[in-house]
């Protein structure tokens, strides 16, 4: 490593389109570089404003009681087919999805989003009261 002052050139590794492992160093100039760095950064943050846009725009008011739904955490859900001399979920092929749940405190509905999309609790949604 040496100073930027010094630098004559930069070696850049990315990650490749689909799989987890980085690709080969690739030797470009310090304009390159730069330049490089400066799409990342507007392309960082346009994803977080869109994330940020997505989050806002997601209504959580209870359809039945027009009062807003509170978060009560991240739920658990098996998934599997009936086993054969039971109706328990058979081991092989079964799996967990976790959906983030909103409750409406009068009537009780719920609001489900599946886990990855969002950040949850959504912003200026409540959390239940400790218990």
């Known amino acids: 490593m040496v100073r930027r002052s010094a630098a004559e050139f930069a070696h850049l590794r990315t990650v490749e389109q689909r799989v987890s492992w980085w690709g080969p160093a690739a030797r470009v100039t310090l304009t390159e570089a730069e330049r490089y760095i400066d799409q990342v950064r507007t392309t960082l943050g346009a994803r977080a404003e869109e994330i ?48 983030h749940t909103y409750r409406c405190d009068t009537c009780g509905s719920l609001a489900f989003f599946a886990d990855g999309y969002l950040e949850h609790p959504l912003p200026g949604r409540s959390s239940p009261p400790a218990k």
Not at 57 to 84: K, M, N, S
Request: glycine share 14%; aromatic share 8%; with cysteine.
């Open 52 to 99: 940020r846009r997505r989050r806002e725009g997601v209504d959580l008011r209870c359809t039945w009681c027009e009062r807003e739904r509170t978060y009560i955490g991240a739920l658990g859900f098996q998934t599997g087919e009936p086993g054969w001399l039971s109706g328990e979920p058979r081991k092989l092929g079964q799996h967990i999805v976790h959906q």
